[in-house]
């Protein structure tokens, strides 16, 4: 039984890490001179986000409250998604190198983990 526990625990664990810190490391050596990746932080209000990288792409409704903002980074013709998300008060309490949809997916496999611990 302990075994079973532990394995879950650490799939648990796994999938947690990579919900919290989605980024590339290359991505974000790439990009970090970018306005949404430089200036744009935890707590900003969604107009200071527009402000500083411009209308989105697309924008999305979380199922939670909140939306989510895709936007498309280019440098040197290489284009990369990056995501900046809101909470229902229009705070940022996520960012990252994907599409709002792929966060999703990882969130959900986040929970699910969670459930069966």
């Known amino acids: 039984m302990y075994p079973k526990i532990l394995a879950i625990m650490l799939a648990t664990v796994t999938l947690a890490a990579c919900g919290s810190r989605p980024e590339n490391p290359v991505d974000y ?3 970090r001179e970018e306005p949404l ?4 932080e935890n707590g900003m209000t969604m107009q200071r986000v527009i402000a500083i990288g411009g ?3 697309t924008v999305i409704d979380l199922p939670h409250g909140g939306t989510c903002n895709n936007y498309i980074l280019n440098r040197d013709g290489q284009q990369q998604a990056y995501y900046v998300r809101f909470d229902a008060t229009g705070h940022v ?7 709002c949809a792929q966060r999703q997916v ?5 929970e699910k983990a969670k459930s069966h611990v």
């Open 106 to 110: 990882d969130d959900n496999a986040v």
């Open 37 to 40: 990746v430089k200036q744009v």
């Open 93 to 99: 309490d996520a960012k990252g190198f994907k599409t």
């Open 55 to 57: 209308s989105p792409s």
């Open 29 to 31: 050596v790439t990009y």
